[in-house]
């Protein structure tokens, strides 16, 4: 087991939304998670410095689609959409949402965060569409 293994967690329960609402629209177990989440970081798709896991550049998702391609066998683009886009079939949406600064990624029927105080006092700021390659 690699050293920090607890401090990689922990930082995980406060940063990794994003990361953690993309396996979860890919349907993955919560028992497959940190085995993606640690081969993302290493094929350079999710940014974490296990040196510094107190860092702010750690968790944040550089390649998106790339996680997702990961966790699902087959190909996607994602881009930015406004906070009321509603999806056409086939898509994935991940809200973001956001409170005096502090962002927090979560999807319309789930949130990693049981009672986010970011949802409960913020609001709605856009989406991240996920469609399929053809």
């Not at 940063?15 to 094929?43: S, T």
């Not at 699902?72 to 409170?99: C, F, L, N, Q, S």
């Not at 990624?105 to 949130?111: E, L, V």
């Amino acid at each position: 087991m690699k050293p920090g293994i607890q401090s990689f967690l922990a930082s995980l329960g406060r940063y990794g939304c994003y990361a953690l609402a993309i396996l979860h629209a890919a349907g993955v177990d919560e028992r497959h998670v940190l085995p993606l989440l640690i081969d993302a970081i290493e094929r350079g798709h999710i940014r974490y410095n296990w040196k510094e896991p107190e860092s702010t550049g750690n968790w944040y998702v550089l390649a998106p689609d790339a996680v997702m391609e990961m966790a699902t066998g087959k190909r996607w683009t994602v881009r930015h959409g406004a906070a009321g886009y509603a999806p056409k079939d086939g898509e994935i949406v991940i809200e973001r949402w956001e409170y005096r600064g502090q962002p927090h990624f979560r999807m319309r029927d789930w949130d990693s965060i049981v009672d986010s105080s970011v949802v409960r006092n913020g609001k709605k700021v856009s989406t991240r569409v996920f469609t399929p390659r053809t």
